[in-house]
């Protein structure tokens, strides 16, 4: 087997070939909405960990043993398979998802890279960013993920605290991510992102804030802020209904969140997002794209996607979700080039929806020339120009709508979810109607 060096340097051969054929289709400015249905983000799932957390819910299965020698080859041939299905041809980024995607071969993420690499155009600054717990991650073999085309870490560090660490299920301690956390910013300067929890039970705020002002003297230049939700058949949800643990303070979380972000913003990070913070330009390139509505294609067991299928006359994007369990998912791309178990056309106003959900998420929000990208008609002035609830919100200093587009204050993004439930009926009730103004724009 090439070693994940050779594998990297295949991988850029392939990138600089794939960008000299399609030099003349780049050229230019902004991407045409035709060549931006050419692009995407590709998410692979891992599904594989060494032990399940008590609070997590994803897709992933805790093995005997693994035929990563199948698996790489499924990944692969899932990609390739998509990847000619969607049309797409050029991919803006790469993440690596699980389970717990550190615990591949390096020569699996590599052999993924290449694949993609020969068959659409991956860029050699492409980001490429893989989720990385610290007890599975040592120095040596973050060296070897960054040799197989890895360029930026997402580490699952969660809390500073061993105490909420063993709660949360998790094997390392404070000291294992202090210490991965350093390595990956020595071997990856700048491309290091860091999940830390907020809510868990009997968490004090001010406890919780000590744990952040700590981790800031370590972190990197993103950092991701997120809620503990308790999920339905997760040990931490049957502990809190058994009485076991006390439930989260809704009201605890909200100020942890709101006095993290004062925080945050005080040591020089934008909010970017509702729960993702950078300093330095260090925003990722891959969850932007799901911000934006992009085109993203999922491979591996359980994956989603969504895209817009070519042939056969096709103009509808597609959620798309693979078939969940590893073998039976390997099975299927085996037979058929993907394991893709559920298809769903979305319609113009769930696509809609969406844009409207996931852009107001981010504190640029969504432009008008965004919006028309997707409805050249209905313009967001049409939507919510006129109406009374809308103009409340506006009034409160929680929304802006202006010449640039739609948005929220930095206010307005920490009760996003109230605001939606104004948005969303809003822009439902506009759709009925469809009474657009004949000035593109407004």
């Known amino acids: 087997m090439a070693l994940p060096g050779a594998r990297a340097r295949g991988w850029a051969a392939a990138a600089r070939a794939a960008q000299r054929r399609r030099r003349v289709e780049d050229a230019g400015g902004s991407p045409s909405p035709e060549l931006a249905g050419r692009r995407a983000a590709l998410y692979v799932h891992w599904p594989y960990c060494e032990k399940r957390c008590s609070y997590c819910n994803f897709n992933k299965y805790i093995p005997r043993g693994v035929e990563e020698a199948a698996m790489q080859k499924c990944l692969v041939t899932e990609a390739q398979t998509l990847l000619r299905l969607s049309g797409v041809q050029r991919v803006e980024s790469v993440f690596f998802g699980g389970g717990t995607p550190s615990l591949a071969s390096p020569h699996t993420v590599a052999a993924v890279l290449e694949a993609?690499?020969?068959?659409?155009?991956?860029?050699?600054?492409?980001?490429?960013?893989?989720?990385?717990?610290?007890?599975?991650?040592?120095?040596?073999?973050?060296?070897?993920?960054?040799?197989?085309?890895?360029?930026?870490?997402?580490?699952?560090?969660?809390?500073?605290?061993?105490?909420?660490?063993?709660?949360?299920?998790?094997?390392?301690?404070?000291?294992?991510?202090?210490?991965?956390?350093?390595?990956?910013?020595?071997?990856?300067?700048?491309?290091?992102?860091?999940?830390?929890?907020?809510?868990?039970?009997?968490?004090?705020?001010?406890?919780?804030?000590?744990?952040?002002?700590e981790l800031l003297h370590h972190c990197d230049d993103h950092l991701s802020l997120y809620q503990l939700s308790l999920e339905r058949g997760t040990a931490l949800f049957a502990q809190v209904q058994q009485g076991v643990l006390p439930a989260p303070d809704p009201e605890l979380a909200a100020e942890m969140y709101q006095r993290g972000r004062v925080v945050l913003r005080e040591a020089g990070f934008r909010q970017y997002e509702v729960s993702n913070f950078a300093r330095n330009g260090a925003l990722s390139t891959h969850n932007w794209t799901y911000w934006q509505c992009g085109q993203y294609l999922g491979i591996g067991p359980g994956a989603h996607g969504r895209f817009m299928p070519q042939g056969a006359g096709s103009h509808t994007r597609e959620a798309r979700i693979q078939t969940l369990e590893p073998d039976n998912w390997m099975k299927e791309v085996m037979m058929f080039g993907h394991g893709t178990r559920k298809r769903v056309p979305l319609g113009r106003l769930e696509l809609l929806e969406e844009v409207l959900a996931l852009g107001l998420r981010t504190d640029v929000g969504i432009t008008h020339q965004h919006w028309q990208q997707f409805d050249p008609q209905l313009t967001l002035c049409d939507v919510f120009g006129a109406n009374k609830e809308v103009q409340e919100l506006l009034e409160q200093g929680l929304l802006q709508l202006d010449h640039r587009g739609l948005r929220c204050s930095w206010e307005g993004l920490a009760v996003l979810d109230s605001l939606l439930l104004t948005l969303l009926p809003q822009l439902q009730e506009a759709w009925q109607q469809r009474t657009p103004s004949p000035v593109p724009g407004g």
């Open 116 to 213: 993609v690499a020969q068959t659409a155009h991956l860029p050699a600054d492409s980001e490429v960013t893989l989720e990385a717990n610290p007890t599975s991650t040592p120095g040596s073999r973050l060296a070897e993920f960054g040799a197989a085309g890895v360029n930026r870490l997402s580490i699952g560090l969660q809390s500073l605290d061993n105490t909420e660490l063993r709660l949360l299920g998790r094997t390392h301690s404070a000291c294992d991510a202090l210490r991965t956390l350093a390595e990956a910013r020595r071997l990856f300067p700048g491309r290091v992102s860091v999940d830390f929890m907020l809510g868990l039970p009997a968490q004090q705020v001010g406890l919780w804030l000590g744990q952040l002002q």
